[in-house]
């Protein structure tokens, strides 16, 4: 894997892209596709993969674009249960 600078703001931006792309296919190209019969699945898969590259960040040593990629993904997960997921 190639080396990640340790920078909160590239950390932000890698942990964008997967969110970004699923509200891309998901609202945009699909129409407020749902699998399953579940609104929030692709955004909580893609806090998932953001999940798994915050652990291969943080082993590449770089603290700082690991914390701005856990926040991201925490924000995203914040919206995803907020606006797509309805608790009841």
């Given amino acids: ?16 892209i997967l969110p970004l792309s699923a509200y891309f ?15 929030g699945v692709p955004y909580l898969i893609a806090v998932a993969i953001n999940l798994i590259f915050l652990k ?7 603290d700082k674009a690991g914390t701005g990629l856990l926040v ?10 907020t606006f797509k997921i309805k608790l009841r």
């Fill in 56 to 62: 291969y960040i943080y082993k590449a040593g770089s």
């Fill in 25 to 39: 296919i998901a609202d945009v190209l699909l129409k407020n596709a749902t699998v399953a019969g579940k609104p």
């Fill in 1 to 16: 894997m190639m080396p990640v600078k340790n920078n909160t703001i590239l950390g932000m931006l890698i942990g964008l």
């Fill in 72 to 81: 991201i993904t925490f924000i995203i997960l914040l919206l995803t249960f």
